[in-house]
Every structure is written in structure tokens, then in C-alpha cells.
């Protein structure tokens, strides 16, 4: 099957939500999305992490499958996104001395590399390493080979998360027959995804402010220099509504109502009544102070990450992020830190990325990661059942109903009569011989399905 034709599948483990998205790389390399599908969830996944390994189980086979029916396809692996509270970024310089003058070559560079990969972080595992600048006497230059030194040091960044996460996010793929096509870092595929090439050049923070955290990812001369995920979100503004003796569901209403990051101060507080259940109401004014007191507190955290490359970042502060859509935030940031820099949310589909007709999407923030991830996608997700599978969830998957299936003819039946025996040893033949016409038929179909016309030459 043509890398055109292939489906991929990818799955995002949200604090609110498990959500798949499947889609189909097209010739002009944009990728078109086929199916999205998402269950929610309140108590499998926590600050980002898998809280509830058998929930997170159920949850994502419960999106795979609606992906099956819709598309009419066997997903067998996922491309899945890695984020979370603990992922953060760690610096590490690498000396190195040579016995006299030396022409740094791609070996030193890798040995370099080698050493940096060594290094064993306490109750922590390295998921990606990005190069920053090479030391060579007093000056810093980004490609060292070539040059002439006694003396090299190597300066890296290391993306780590505590130990364990990706092995719990492995064992729920596993356990919902499925493997891991591979495991991405989520905030680098999203900043992949919506900045540019010129603003990571110039400088650019991107800040992704979920549910229960908030991701921050600073760019500058091309080069990630920053990220970091704390654990504060737009759900911290809905439990501090909740101390007004309000229902959870309520208080996620009320905030998306009436809720603003920044409200100019007027002479006199407004005396407006705002209806709640029982009968009750509660001060416009005391909802407001708590709404924004507390992205107040949100917007303090993100700016202490922010402010030691401020002065770097031409291109400013991207939002997104289903808790950046509050009213005024962009006017909070501005006016809580007296940044000179723009500061802009980010709207639209994401680049690169067009809908099949019959998806539409909910809300846009939402979902820029899950596009983000399917964007990384380089392999075929959909085919035949993996060999090496519990034999439990192998037959969940043959199991597992598949839209659009046609019914295909029986086969021949010869007249005449047949001996008990000979009826006996025969049956169980036609019934397998039934079944592999049907799995070719089907396969053939997608393949149909899938194919592009070729251009008449």
C-alpha cells in the first residue's frame, strides 16, 4: 500500500477527554482528516498523566473502535502523544579535551552526543535531545565540524519525564490490543504544527493552556530552548467556583459564561445578580473576581518561564488551548506583565491540514494537538491484527464490528446427496473457505477505497 494511501491513527490522552483522529497523507503532502472520535473522561487521566490504567484502557479502545466503524478499517496501531506534569526540559554542557590541537569532526560530535545520552536523571527518563550551541574558546556556533580547538564543550537540552509514564501509557495501548506506532512528545509536535519557521527563528513562545495544565515551549534562533508543563489549568478556575457551594457542571457553565481573564475597573461594582440552582444567585462582580484572580495566578506562572527570554522573542506569545479561550486573556497577559511583545491567540484550522466533508469539528482549540500528533504520523495504522497480540484481544478485534461491509454472495452449493460423515468433514472446510473470501474481499475494497485515481497520460 502507497504511503498516499495509508490511514494514520493518532491518540491524544486529555485531562477531559481521550480523543482519535485518523487521517490520509495526500500527494501535495497536507494531510486530510477521515474520522475523530473522543470519549470523556474525568478520572483517567490526571495532570496529563494515566491515573487509571484500565478507564484510559477502555477509553481508548472505545475511540479506536468508533474509528473502525466509521472508516470501516482494523486500526492495529496508534501513534500516541506524551505529555504531562512531570515532561520538562533539563540543560547539560559536555567539556571535552584533546590531547593538542584537533579538527572537530562528525566523531567527536557523536561521541558527544553519546555522552550527553548517558546521563541518568533521579526517577527521570531523557524522551528527546535537542542540540543547542558548541563552545569553541570564547565563541558559541551551532556547527563546530571543521573547526580547529584543543577544547570543545557541547551544550544540549534534554526532554525528560518522570519514569514510568510512557511505560503506563505502553501498557494501556497494549492491554487495548493495539501497539505503539510510536510514542511523540506532544508539545514539540504542536509547535511543529503552528509555528512557523521565521518565528521560531526570530523568537516565539507558545503557550498551551489545557484542562488541567499548561504547557510552555520557547523558540529562538530555530532552537528549542525552553518547555516546561505546570499544573495549572483551565479546571482550577471551575473548583475555586465550586467553593461557592456550586455543582461542578455548573461551575464549568458559569466560567464559560460570564467568566474573563480582565474586566476594567470601574468606579462603582456592578450590583448584577447572576441565576444559579436552587433558587440561588451570586454577585457578577464576586464570580468575576474569582475567575480572573485565579488566571491571574495562571498567567504569573507562565510569565516567570517566559520573562528570561522575553527580550528574545520577536515574534512574541502564540495562545492556544481549550483554557486560553476565556474573554480578555490576551488584555490580562499584556497588562499583568507590561510586556512590550505581542500577544496574540491562535485561530483557524491548523496549517497543513484539510477536512474530508463529512467532519466537522467541534471546538477548534481543542484540537490543535490531536492534529498536531497526526501530522507526525509516517506509518500505516490499519491492517492486519499484530501476530504477538494476547489471543484475549485478538479476538476482541475480529470481534469488533466494521461499517460498510458488504455482504458477499454464498458460495455454490452442489446438489445431490452426501453421506453423514462426508457432510461433517466438509463443512467446516466451506466455512473457512467462506471466511478468507470474505477477508480478501474486504481488503480489497479498502485498498479500492483508498486508491487515488491515476491521470489518464
Same mark, same amino acid.
Given at each position: ?245 456550586? &455543582?461542578?457542571? %455548573? =461551575?464549568?457553565?458559569? !466560567?464559560?459564561?460570564?467568566?474573563? *481573564? ?5 468606579? +462603582?461594582? #456592578? ?124 479476538? &476482541?478485534?475480529? %470481534? =469488533?464490528?466494521?461499517? !460498510?461491509?458488504?455482504?458477499?454472495? *454464498? ?5 445431490? +446427496?452426501? #453421506? ?38
Amino acid at each position: 500500500m502507497g504511503a498516499e494511501k495509508d490511514i494514520i491513527v493518532a491518540v491524544e490522552l486529555g485531562s477531559t477527554a481521550i480523543r482519535a483522529i485518523a487521517g490520509k497523507r495526500l500527494p501535495d503532502g497536507t494531510m486530510q482528516v477521515l474520522a475523530i472520535s473522543q470519549e470523556e473522561t474525568t478520572d483517567s487521566i490526571r495532570k496529563g498523566l494515566v491515573d487509571n490504567i484500565d478507564k484510559t484502557t477502555q477509553a481508548i479502545s472505545h475511540v479506536v473502535r468508533k474509528i473502525n466503524e466509521e472508516l470501516g478499517i482494523r486500526v492495529t496501531r496508534v501513534f500516541v502523544g506524551l505529555s504531562g506534569q512531570s515532561l520538562r526540559t533539563m540543560e547539560n554542557k559536555v567539556p571535552y579535551q584533546f590531547a593538542e590541537k584537533t579538527i572537530i569532526n562528525n566523531d567527536v560530535i557523536d561521541r558527544l552526543k553519546e555522552i550527553n545520552n548517558n546521563v541518568v536523571y533521579p526517577q527521570a527518563r531523557i524522551h528527546d535531545v535537542i542540540p543547542q550551541e558548541y563552545k569553541i574558546g570564547n565563541r558559541y556556533v551551532q556547527d563546530p565540524v571543521g573547526m580547529q580547538s584543543e577544547q570543545i564543550e557541547a551544550r544540549f537540552i534534554n526532554v525528560v519525564a518522570r519514569a514510568g509514564v510512557s511505560e503506563n501509557i505502553e501498557r494501556c495501548i497494549k492491554n487495548a490490543g493495539l501497539e505503539m506506532a510510536d510514542l511523540l512528545i506532544s508539545p514539540l509536535c504542536l509547535a511543529d504544527c503552528l509555528l512557523s519557521a521565521n518565528e521560531k527563528r526570530s523568537g516565539c513562545a507558545l503557550v498551551d493552556m489545557g484542562a488541567d495544565t499548561t504547557t510552555i515551549s520557547v523558540y529562538y534562533s530555530n532552537i528549542l530552548r525552553h518547555l516546561v508543563v505546570i499544573p495549572l489549568g483551565g479546571s482550577n478556575v471551575t473548583t475555586d467556583i465550586t467553593t461557592k457551594s456550586i &455543582e461542578q457542571a %455548573e =461551575a464549568e457553565q458559569l !466560567k464559560l459564561k460570564y467568566g474573563t *481573564a480582565w474586566h476594567e475597573n470601574e468606579e +462603582e461594582p #456592578s450590583k448584577n445578580k447572576i441565576q444559579i440552582s436552587f433558587d440561588r444567585t451570586i454577585p457578577e462582580d464576586e464570580l468575576s473576581n474569582i475567575i480572573e484572580a485565579r488566571y491571574e495566578e495562571i498567567i504569573a506562572n507562565i510569565w516567570a518561564h517566559i520573562k528570561p527570554y522575553n527580550e528574545k522573542l520577536l515574534s512574541g506569545i502564540l495562545l492556544t488551548g481549550g483554557a486560553s479561550k476565556v474573554k480578555n486573556l490576551v488584555k490580562a497577559i499584556t497588562e499583568y506583565t507590561k510586556t512590550d511583545k505581542q500577544v496574540r491567540l491562535n485561530k483557524g484550522l491548523a496549517p497543513n491540514i484539510s477536512l474530508a466533508p463529512n467532519i466537522h469539528l467541534p471546538e477548534e482549540g481543542n484540537l490543535y494537538t490531536l492534529m498536531a500528533l497526526l501530522l507526525k504520523g509516517d506509518q500505516n495504522c490499519a491492517g492486519e491484527i499484530p501476530s504477538d497480540l494476547p489471543e484475549d484481544n485478538r479476538e &476482541e478485534l475480529k %470481534e =469488533a464490528p466494521v461499517a !460498510k461491509e458488504e455482504k458477499v454472495p *454464498a458460495e455454490p452449493v452442489e446438489t445431490g +446427496e452426501k #453421506s453423514e460423515s462426508a457432510a461433517e468433514t466438509e463443512t467446516p472446510k466451506k466455512e473457512k473457505d467462506g471466511a478468507k473470501h470474505k477477508l480478501r474481499n474486504f481488503f480489497r475494497k479498502i485498498n479500492n477505497m483508498l486508491s487515488e485515481p491515476e491521470e489518464d497520460e
